[in-house]
């Protein structure tokens, strides 16, 4: 069975950088086919997807996000991390890893349970 598990800090200061990993099991992140996403849902309101990196190592953002988000990946590790630079209050979500066959999708078979991260001084 495919797990997923975000960790990190759950409160951030306004203009610093948000980071966060999720580890995943039974399944390789450099599995042919799949993309492996960050997905957000901000209080009262639906899912975000954030960006994804894919199989091969190529990585996709939401255009509005781009500036400001970096995903990368440790395969040894079977790891994948988002960093979102320059947070403020409305950064403040829920915060989700995914696995799906569609990028630019908030769509997934499989997803962590979400950490929440709040953007607070």
């Known amino acids: 069975q495919v797990q997923l598990q975000e960790s990190g800090p759950g409160l951030v200061k306004p203009s610093q950088t948000l980071s966060l990993t999720c580890t995943v099991s039974?399944?390789?992140?450099?599995?042919?086919?799949?993309?492996w996403s960050w997905i957000r849902q901000p209080p009262g309101k639906g899912l975000e997807w954030m960006g994804a990196i894919g199989y091969s190592g190529s990585t996709y953002y939401r255009p509005s996000l781009k500036s400001r988000t970096s995903i990368s990946r440790d395969t040894s590790k079977n790891q994948f991390t988002l960093q979102l630079s320059s947070v403020t209050p409305e950064d403040t979500a829920v915060y989700y890893c995914a696995r799906g066959r569609v990028v630019y999708s908030t769509g997934y078979d499989y997803r962590g349970q979400g950490t929440q991260v709040t953007v607070s001084s």
């Open positions: 039974g399944a390789s992140i450099t599995s042919n086919g799949y993309y």
